[in-house]
T-cell receptor
Framework: DAKTTQPPSMDCAEGRAANLPCNHS???????VYWYRQIHSQGPQYIIH???NNETNEMASLIITEDRKSSTLILPHATLRDTAVYYC??????????????FGQGTILTVHP | NAGVTQTPKFRILKIGQSMTLQCTQD?????MYWYRQDPGMGLKLIYY???????DKGEVPNGYNVSRSTTEDFPLRLELAAPSQTSVYFC????????????FGPGTRLTVT
C-alpha cells in the first residue's frame, strides 16, 4: 500500500471550509484514495473515496491532483461536530485485498467557534 | 437496522484471564473485521472474514482467535490476556470490503491489569 503523509493537526473556524491535505507520492495506478474520520473514540466513519476524478457527496468533496500524488478533503461548511481525526488511506480494491484498510495517525481537525 | 453492535462496552481483565468480545451486524454483510486501537494511534487489523466459515489473519493476530459460524456474528476471543492487549477494539462490516465504505461498531474498551 502507498504510504500517506498528513499534517498531525489543523484548526478551522466554524462555518468556514476545512481543507485537509494528504500526500501519497508513491500511489499506484490502481490505488484509490479513501477518507475516514473518527469522532472522539467512536468507530471510524467512511467519508468518501476516489481514483482520479474529483468526487463529491453529502459530507465532503475530494480533490485529487492530476498526477495523483496528493489530494485534499474539503468540508465546505465546517461545524463543531466535524471536530475529529481524519484518516487518508490509499488502497487497491477487489482481489485479495478483501477491502482491508491500513490506518495511519491521521489529522486532528479542531473546529472552533 | 441496528448496524454493527459490540458487547461489552467496557471490561477489565486480570492477566491470564480469557474473554470473548461479541460483534453482530444486521445488514447481511459478508465482510467483517476486527481492529484494535492503542491510545493516540491508528487502527490495526487483527482478523477479518469474507464470509461464514472463512477467516484470515490481519496485521496483529497473536493472542487472538476468531470464528465466523454465521453471517451476522464475528466474535473475537482473547486467551491468556496480557497488559499489551489493553486497547479499544472495533468491529466493522461491509458488503464489498471497507475499501468501498463500511460501518464500524462503537468499540469495546478493554483494560488488562
Amino acid at each position: 500500500d502507498a504510504k500517506t503523509t498528513q499534517p498531525p493537526s489543523m484548526d478551522c473556524a466554524e462555518g468556514r471550509a476545512a481543507n485537509l491535505p494528504c500526500n501519497h507520492s508513491t500511489i499506484s495506478g490502481n490505488e484509490y484514495v479513501y477518507w475516514y474520520r473518527q469522532i472522539h473514540s467512536q468507530g471510524p466513519q467512511y467519508i468518501i473515496h476516489g481514483l482520479k476524478n474529483n468526487e463529491t457527496n453529502e459530507m465532503a468533496s475530494l480533490i485529487i491532483t492530476e498526477d495523483r500524488k496528493s489530494s485534499t478533503l474539503i468540508l465546505p461548511h465546517a461545524t463543531l461536530r466535524d471536530t475529529a481525526v481524519y484518516y487518508c488511506i490509499v488502497r487497491i480494491t477487489g482481489g485479495t485485498s478483501y477491502g482491508k484498510l491500513t490506518f495511519g495517525q491521521g489529522t486532528i481537525l479542531t473546529v472552533h467557534p | 437496522n441496528a448496524g454493527v453492535t459490540q458487547t461489552p462496552k467496557f471490561r477489565i481483565l486480570k492477566i491470564g484471564q480469557s474473554m470473548t468480545l461479541q460483534c453482530t451486524q444486521d445488514m447481511n454483510h459478508n465482510y467483517m473485521y476486527w481492529y484494535r486501537q492503542d491510545p493516540g494511534m491508528g487502527l490495526k487489523l487483527i482478523y477479518y472474514s469474507v464470509g461464514a466459515g472463512i477467516t484470515d489473519k490481519g496485521e496483529v493476530p497473536n493472542g487472538y482467535n476468531v470464528s465466523r459460524s454465521t453471517t451476522e456474528d464475528f466474535p473475537l476471543r482473547l486467551e491468556l490476556a496480557a497488559p499489551s492487549q489493553t486497547s479499544v477494539y472495533f468491529c466493522a462490516s461491509s458488503s464489498t470490503g471497507l475499501a468501498g465504505g463500511g460501518y464500524f461498531g462503537p468499540g469495546t474498551r478493554l483494560t488488562v491489569t
